[in-house]
């Protein structure tokens, strides 16, 4: 006889494994972009990536939901998995970015972003507004440390969780 709490532990053990999955695409679409940054073509292949992601998180719940659930799947249970699979996600995400930008980036990020705004405050074409604009990124920028940019990437995968979780719960839900 299956129990209540087992039926949660099953619900919050696959909600990490397929967020741990999802994670491990986010590190593939992260390994992308910073290769993107020097070949255009894999910027795009990033951009599919990224719009993807919560398709395949989707299809991900609708397995689980069709596997585990006997195909029914309230919204709020779908919502609290997509929320346990996009924190396991943010969070395995974060400490690879953490690890790569702290021991294996080299200041290749940092670098790369502090020419691009050097070659906008040199364009001719660019209004003195713009310019002190784009100064003052330039100085915020050079001031900026690895881990405020790994928690910034963290807090805003965590706010883009709160966005499209009950989007994404919407689609995959499912009561007979």
Do not use: H
């Not at 689980?64 to 998995?81: H, I, P, Q």
């Amino acid at each position: 006889m299956i129990t209540e709490k087992s039926d949660n532990n099953i619900f919050n053990r696959e909600a990490m494994f397929r967020g741990t999955m999802l994670g491990v695409f986010w590190i593939l679409m992260s390994a992308i972009y910073m290769m993107g940054l020097n070949t255009p073509i894999l910027s795009y292949l990033f951009l599919a990536m990224f719009v993807a992601s919560p398709f395949y998180a989707g299809y991900m719940v609708v397995n689980y939901r069709k596997r585990e659930c006997n195909d029914k799947m309230t919204f709020v249970k779908a919502w609290l998995f997509l929320i346990i699979m996009y924190i396991c996600a943010s969070l395995l995400s974060a400490i690879v970015q953490y690890i790569y930008l702290v021991y294996i980036d080299n200041g290749f990020l940092f670098g790369f972003i502090q020419e691009q705004l050097d070659f906008l405050l040199n364009e001719p074409t660019i209004d003195d507004i713009t310019k002190e604009t784009l100064k003052q990124a330039s100085e915020m920028w050079s001031n900026i440390t690895v881990k405020d940019i790994v928690i910034q990437i963290l807090s805003s995968n965590i706010m883009l969780t709160g966005i499209i979780t009950p989007i994404t719960a919407l689609f995959v839900n499912k009561n007979k």
